[in-house]
């Protein structure tokens, strides 16, 4: 099946920094893909839809300043978490829908982010 | 808007007794639904999608579910719990356009005791 990975895994970082966390569709073309946060034993909250060659869409609420989306191929999409804070700590996840017949999207293994 | 609801938080079965998680949905179209399995740190894996053919769906690992239209639910079932089968599940679903977005329910906690 389809593959899509996260880097990096985990990062700890300062709070005032920045931090950019990339997904990448390995062996297929993604023109849309989506961003996730999941706080401990919660769900999955849909962050955006990131659009190759396009603005990504956020959802309501969502701080398009702070979590800044580009999608510059078709096989990678960054989040960038700019100015981070300790409540930015969190679990991020990004998917992709598979092409072809396969109707289902694709999850990355996620990442860490933890804010000092 | 599509949501679905997946009732209690956590489920506890002993190894070999069925599995049964449910989920419902609410939808103004026809919707794709899905089960995912979230086992800890890790992303998501598909156990199975509904996607308008056959409505009693088998997926990995022994688990199917079946979509019932007239009670809008797509309960996730297994004969026999393992041990390995601990871990979050997810229900979510979308319409059927191409690269919808996914709504998730807020996941059910599985724990299997020996």
């Known amino acids: 099946g389809a593959v899509v990975s996260q880097h990096p895994s985990w990062v700890i970082c300062k709070s005032g920094t920045s931090v950019k966390i990339e997904c990448r569709s390995l062996d297929f073309q993604a023109t849309t893909m989506f961003w996730y946060r999941q706080f401990p034993k919660q769900s999955l909250m849909l962050m955006a839809t990131s659009n190759e060659g396009s603005k990504a869409t956020y959802e309501q609420g969502v701080e398009k300043d702070k979590f800044l989306i580009n999608h510059a191929s078709l096989t990678l999409s960054t989040l960038t978490v700019t100015s981070a804070h300790p409540e930015d700590s969190s679990f991020y996840i990004c998917?992709?829908?598979?092409?072809?017949?396969?109707?289902?999207?694709?999850f990355g293994p996620g990442t860490r982010l933890t804010v000092t | 808007a599509q949501s679905v609801t997946q009732l209690g938080s956590h489920v506890s079965v002993s190894e070999g007794a069925l599995v049964l998680l449910r989920c419902n949905y609410s939808s103004s179209v026809p919707p794709y639904l899905f089960w995912y399995v979230q086992y800890p740190n890790q992303g998501l894996q598909l156990l199975l999608k509904?996607?308008?053919?056959?409505?009693l769906v088998k997926g990995i690992n022994g688990f199917e579910a079946e979509f019932k239209k007239s009670e809008t639910s797509f309960h996730l079932t297994k004969p026999s719990a393992h041990m390995s089968d601990a871990a979050e599940y997810f229900c979510?679903?979308?319409?059927?356009?191409?690269?919808?977005?996914?709504?998730f329910g807020k996941g059910i906690t599985l724990s299997v005791r020996p």
């Open positions: 509904y996607t308008s053919a056959a409505t």
């Open positions: 998917s992709a829908w598979g092409q072809g017949v396969s109707y289902e999207q694709y």
């Open positions: 979510a679903v979308s319409d059927t356009g191409a690269n919808s977005k996914l709504t």
